[in-house]
């Protein structure tokens, strides 16, 4: 039985034309004797019924909060953000689940083409019969190829032992404990988040990557060696996550812990507009949650207006602005140009900061 109660922010969710297609579908995923159809008029009380039931509640939304049939009309007929199933065994209705556009969750903001997911079997006698993963695994592999989804994301409550390991046979990642992030049968509740990611191989840097990341940091950088106002950073002293996909290195970054803080030293994506970036500035931020560091940083120079759009949509705001820290770093490395992006004038750093919290 899989549960999973919908916190992941919709909204800024898919085209209502586009949820308009799916649902004027009847059946438009079906798997052996499993089937998922757009939901229609008069399964308000097939909801009702699952909803006001103290076993599924026990999983999904909590038994002290059981649904009335305008609760059920509100939450999950009146919106255009997600699309919403009914799930079917050999033709019998066992269960509903949903899946949506997502652009965050708790203070974690997502890459372009994420999509979230929730889902429950409402029929108890269905339940332990591996039906669950087959159902997840079936909407995450439509996801993949008919939606193009770049990142699937759940946050199953800690507890829920069977549904994070339904989410795990399927192919999702753990990535950290949400604190109290979910409000459930009178408490705020931790919550697992989980990742799926399609296509992308993610690696932390380890020794033995060392001589081609150095190579990918002299490429990019003009050397080994990054010089900014925080400090002398060698590419061989630093920790880092980089993306391969088919063999081939997409994108790259770079990170230091000093105390509370987490520094991002580089980042650098092959492959623009496909996300590379988000997806390793998010492992940095989760890096840092997991050992309890809530503030990352990251310095950038003035003429980067692609940076500083790029950072500032992810949740990160310039706090401190230092003149002439380009001017100065250029006396240690000489390989600093004087002109930069966009033909600006290279002179000056901006800091940049988040909290994880």
């Known amino acids: 039985m899989v549960a999973q109660e919908g916190t992941i922010a919709a909204a800024d969710s898919m085209e209502v034309g586009e949820v308009n297609n799916l649902m004027n ?20 009380d097939l909801l009702l019924k ?9 999983y999904y939304e909590g038994r002290d909060r059981p649904y009335t049939l305008n609760r059920i009309k509100d939450d ?9 199933c009914i799930v079917s065994y050999d033709k019998a209705p ?5 899946f949506y556009r997502s652009y965050s969750i708790a203070w974690v903001s997502l ?9 429950f079997i409402g ?8 039906i669950g993963t087959e159902l997840v695994k079936m909407v995450v592999e439509f996801l993949v190829k008919e939606k193009e989804a770049a990142l699937i994301v759940m946050d199953p409550q800690v507890w829920n032992d069977r549904a994070i390991a339904c989410y795990e046979k399927v192919g999702f990642k753990k990535k950290s404990i949400l604190k109290q992030h979910e409000w459930h049968e009178g408490a705020m509740r931790d919550c697992q988040l989980m990742m799926y990611e399609p296509y992308l191989h993610l690696n932390s840097v380890q020794d033995q990557d060392r001589s081609y990341i150095n190579d990918i940091f002299k490429k990019s950088w003009g050397s080994d060696m990054m010089v900014v106002s925080s400090g002398v950073y060698h590419s061989n002293d630093l920790d880092g996550f980089y993306l391969k996909h088919e063999g081939k290195v997409e994108g790259l970054i770079t990170y230091v812990f000093r105390g509370e803080t987490c520094e991002i030293i580089s980042l650098d994506s092959f492959n623009e507009g496909a996300g590379i970036g988000s997806k390793l500035l998010l492992e940095v931020e989760l890096a840092a949650y997991r050992k309890g560091i809530h503030k990352v940083e990251l310095l950038t120079t003035n003429d980067n207006m692609d940076a500083l759009r790029f950072y500032q949509k992810r949740g990160y705001r310039i706090t401190s602005v230092f003149r002439g820290a380009v001017d100065e770093a250029r006396k240690v490395k000489k390989e600093i140009p004087k002109t930069g992006y966009y033909n600006i004038p290279l002179h000056d750093e901006l800091l940049l900061t988040k909290n994880l919290k």
Request: aromatic share 14%; no cysteine.
């Open 25 to 44: 579908e009847n059946v438009f995923i079906q798997s052996g004797s499993l089937a998922i159809r757009s939901l229609a008029p008069g399964d308000e």
């Open 111 to 119: 890459p372009d083409g994420t999509y979230g997911m929730d889902q």
């Open 94 to 98: 066992i269960g509903y689940i949903q």
């Open 123 to 130: 029929e108890p006698s269905y339940w332990n019969k591996g």
């Open 50 to 58: 699952w909803l006001t039931n103290d076993h599924v509640l026990k």
């Open 76 to 84: 999950y007929f009146d919106r255009n953000d997600v699309v919403g």
